[in-house]
């Protein structure tokens, strides 16, 4: 099975003098998780779980171009976040297109941060569009270590929902998180995967 979408560690890569330097990403919480499990990856372990998103919104801009290539985007948004009063941006980046399939010139993608409530008042004047991302049913995979090849996860969560009787939709958009506290080193980063879930139900 081809591994699918994007290199997020080499991201992690062009951000880490930002991340150390302006604050933290953080991960939203998740409302109902249905089935979580500690798994083997290319990165040694990680948390695989089949849970129900929550619905959020998202200020964020548009991007077209190779994937590798977003880092500066990521920044922008996480800058402009925390000039806005959010101490802890939850940073959110939606990739659209298989740079397997695409040419990665024109793969799309969306870098944006959630916006919580207490501060969308403050948006109104943002120079950056705004849309709720509804709740989902997902399929998630944690990783942390150094960044290298956090891509090949895609197939192993993919692999591992499948085992557990969730089929992922692979026509849908794919979300990445980044985690991190100011001062991390790149080895204990960690990047949340999440591929939408559609058909049967999870088997416990």
């Given amino acids: 099975m081809r591994e699918r979408h994007t290199p997020a560690s080499r991201l992690l890569v062009l951000l880490a003098p930002a991340i150390a330097a302006a ?5 939203a919480s998740s409302p109902k998780t249905h089935l979580a499990e500690t798994i083997p990856t290319s990165h040694g372990t990680g948390e695989a779980a089949i849970r129900t998103s929550a619905e959020a919104r998202l200020a964020f801009k548009e991007v077209k171009g190779p994937y590798t290539e977003i880092g500066p985007a990521v920044e922008e948004m996480w ?7 959010i101490e802890r941006p939850v940073i959110r980046v939606i990739y659209y297109d298989d740079p397997e399939t695409v040419d990665p010139r024109v793969a799309r ?8 409530v207490a501060v969308a008042p403050r ?4 120079p950056y569009r705004t849309r709720v991302v509804p709740s989902m049913r997902i399929a998630t995979l944690t990783v942390k270590g150094p960044p290298t090849t956090t891509w090949e996860c895609y197939g192993t969560l993919e692999r591992w929902a499948s085992s557990r009787g969730a089929e992922v939709d692979r026509g849908a958009p794919v979300h990445e998180t980044y985690v991190g506290s100011p001062g991390t080193p790149l080895a204990e980063f960690e990047v ?9 139900r999870p088997r416990s």
Avoid: K, Q, R
């Fill in 23 to 27: 604050g933290a990403f953080s991960c």
């Fill in 192 to 200: 949340e995967i999440a591929m939408p879930l559609a058909g049967e």
């Fill in 123 to 126: 948006l109104d004047s943002s």
């Fill in 109 to 116: 993608s969306d870098v944006g941060f959630e916006v919580p």
């Fill in 79 to 85: 800058a402009y976040a925390l000039s806005v009063g």
